[in-house]
């Protein structure tokens, strides 16, 4: 979870969405759309400016978060979630719920609360065993400490994915908005490509929530409840990145299928076309209709063919690498790399650089102090801090 928290954004956020006075799903047919550029044929950088430590070792570690103070939050997919201080020394986090571990499934996302300063809330997500299937979850619970030993406390279901069921790709990304308010959650298509267009599945969708859950009365759908109501868009893979950049516009990753990796700018109403168009194929080597064939969808500002497998998505704010500033970093995969993307003001977007880290990055975090932060898709997936060479 990535979140930017200054008033100068609270102030913008607000008016981008609402100064046309027409329902979002209206502006959504409006705006323009910028051309997708393929970033596919990009070649790794010859050198990199960045040194890079390792710090500890988990089991298939998932997603990180930074405490103020620069400790992290650190997930495992198999089930298990650590208090991890900057040296690499870990305190297994007490009370984490049950997990449905295979495959892309398990203990996914956490992210703090917006004001855990005063509520020491942490948002978890999770892929739960359930009647009928397994299901993407979504929790909050209070992050305590002391005396050697870390926890959560009165953990709370907040969400639930419905109907239940579904195999691998459950997404699972929380953001927050620059100002607090709101939720976003990215949830997969659990491999049932259809679903995503289906408005009451709760599959293949990014949802805005409030807080504690409920359904903000300014959603596109706000009055149709359910799903719908929740919805904020559609028609999404397995979107594995999702974070607000310095401007206020949500960004997301997900993952095509044989080819067109995605980046997606994130505007309410919309449908960005999963599972009727990708600019890639599928694995069967069945052709996918193109984006550009159906105008009605929302093309990517970026895709990737070949892939690079997105993982988790941070903006750049700190002062260690002021060549970032306003850059995405994103962790890659299969391409075994982090890759740096740069926007304009018009909405574009467009890879700037590529580095190999020979080992497949499953999040990104930039920490308090401006340091990179990765973790390694791996069963002794590597912890690495990444600061500028000297
Ligand atoms: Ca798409």
Redesign the pocket.
């Known amino acids: 979870m990535k979140i930017f928290v200054t008033s100068a954004i609270c102030l913008a956020l607000a008016p981008a969405m609402l100064a046309s006075g027409l329902p979002a799903s209206a502006q959504a047919q409006t705006a323009p759309q910028p051309p997708s550029i393929n970033a596919g044929d990009r070649r790794p950088a010859a050198t990199r400016p960045f040194e890079i430590a390792e710090v500890a070792r988990f089991d298939t570690p998932w997603a990180m978060a930074f405490l103020p103070d620069g400790r992290m939050l650190i997930t495992e997919k198999p089930g298990r979630a650590f208090l991890v201080t900057q040296q690499g020394e870990k305190i297994q986090l007490a009370n984490i719920p049950q997990v449905a571990a295979s495959g892309q499934n398990g203990l996914l996302d956490i992210a703090l609360s917006p004001r855990f300063a005063e509520d020491r809330q942490v948002y978890l997500t999770y892929v739960a065993p359930g009647q009928g299937g397994s299901v993407l979850t979504l929790a909050t619970a209070r992050f305590v400490e002391g005396q050697g030993r870390a926890g959560l406390e009165g953990l709370r279901v907040i969400w639930r994915q419905t109907p239940a069921g579904g195999r691998g790709q459950p997404g699972g990304i929380i953001a927050f908005a620059p100002d607090g308010r709101h939720l976003f959650l990215t949830v997969g298509d659990r491999m049932e490509p259809e679903t995503a267009q289906v408005p009451d599945q709760a599959r293949g969708k990014v949802l805005r929530l409030n807080l504690d859950g409920s359904t903000p009365a300014d959603n596109p759908q706000a009055s149709a409840g359910g799903v719908r109501g929740q919805t904020w868009t559609t ?3 397995n979107p594995y990145g999702l974070a607000f950049d310095p401007a206020g516009k949500l960004w997301l990753t ?1 993952m ?1 299928p044989r080819g ?1 990796d ?1 980046l ?1 700018l994130i505007q309410p109403g919309r449908n ?3 599972g009727e ?3 890639g194929d599928n694995y069967s080597g069945v052709p996918i209709p193109r ?1 550009a064939t159906r105008p009605e ?4 500002v970026v ?1 990737w063919t070949p892939v690079i497998s997105p993982g988790g998505m941070a903006f750049y704010d700190g002062p260690l690498f002021p060549a970032w500033r306003g850059s995405a970093l994103i962790g890659g995969l299969s391409s075994r790399a982090l890759i740096r993307i740069v926007f304009d003001a018009n909405g574009g977007a467009d890879e700037a650089e590529r580095w190999s880290l020979g080992a497949r990055i499953r999040d990104v975090a930039v920490a308090p102090d401006g340091a990179v932060w990765v973790i390694e898709d791996a069963s002794q997936g590597r912890l690495m801090r990444l600061t500028p060479a000297s």
């Open positions: 028609g999404h893979r997900e095509g067109g995605e997606n960005y076309g999963w168009v990708s600019n984006h969808f929302t093309p990517p895709y």
